[in-house]
């Protein structure tokens, strides 16, 4: 165990001494927590293999899934990228700092450990003040996995961090809770049309706005290329069940059938019609927009977790936008 020290700063101007204090600990070859405007990420010199590996080990993640790293500043990119293409540098222009994700090749600067032996590394500059203090600060890029123990959702609070991650991390930045909840789209950019290899905060639309055409890898493709995503995923303790959007008849009779089994059964809703079923603790509704429901998503699932559902009924959103991001988290969260 060691001491894991939580500081709160501020959004408007993050406190110089706390993120000089955290840039030192990561030059120190430590771990600092931070907020971005997806989920938390758990940071590390990217190019020090020993705290990359104490990233690792914190979160109990497989060494066969590769690490994002986080810069702040263009020129970053091109230490640690060996080319980008056209289509990835309007991407990169147009959406940074932002939920964008870059797959490019890396160079030869760019530790093995960070990706998992992949000829490529992902890239993001975080849309946030804090995150972005901190990464200038040090002067580097550093890894950010989602702050959480592997196969936990993400955490989109401090509190969620420490919740998994108190005694075997150096240090937690506080900026309050995050903006987006689900974290960063993916997108391969060696290849043309680029590739999505995880949905996430920013759009397929917006996307194609200024590239044209990209696809959404096949659940093959996936495996292939973004090899980590095959573990067991955004997941409470609680099992999840999808339900039909809408589908009133449906949830009623799942309620029955688990409490029936001696289960105590959560809800998570957002259509009018099945937000009237129930009320309680145990049943909770987060109206549209989408943005909404993705932003509150994660923390439900830990706050069902804590009043001891041993299930939780979801019920499934839209496909398009953020529906897309929000689908694959519920579908991959409700595999486990
Ligand atoms: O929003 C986010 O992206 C958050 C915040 C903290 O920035 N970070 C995050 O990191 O979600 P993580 O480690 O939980 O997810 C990284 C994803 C994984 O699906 C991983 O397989 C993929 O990125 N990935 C990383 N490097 C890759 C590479 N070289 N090729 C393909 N996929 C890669
Ligand atoms: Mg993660």
Known sequence: MIETRLATVSLENPDVQIIAEAAEV???GGVVAFPTETVYGLGADALNSEAVQKVFAAKGRPSDNPLIVHIAVR???????????????RLAKEFWPGPLTLVVRKTYLVPEIVTSGLDTVAIRMPDHPVALALIEEFDGGIVGPSANLTGR??????????EDLKGRIDMVLNGGPTDIGIESTVVDVTLDPPLILRPGGLHKESLEDIVGPVRLASEEEFLRRSPGTRHRHYAPN????????????GLKRALKEFRQDGKSVGC???????ASVESGVFFKVLPAPIDFFARYLFRTFRELDHEGADIILVEQVDEGGLGTAVMDRLRKASKA
Request: aromatic residues 0%.
């Open 75 to 89: 020129h970053q990119l091109m230490e640690l990228a060996e080319e980008v293409s056209e289509k990835g540098e």
């Open 153 to 162: 959702p993400s955490p989109t609070s401090a509190n969620h961090v420490m």
């Open 238 to 249: 609680a099992k999840i069940v999808l339900v039909d959007r809408e589908d009133v008849e």
């Open 268 to 274: 998570i809703v957002h259509s009018p019609e099945m």
């Open 26 to 28: 990561l030059k120190k």
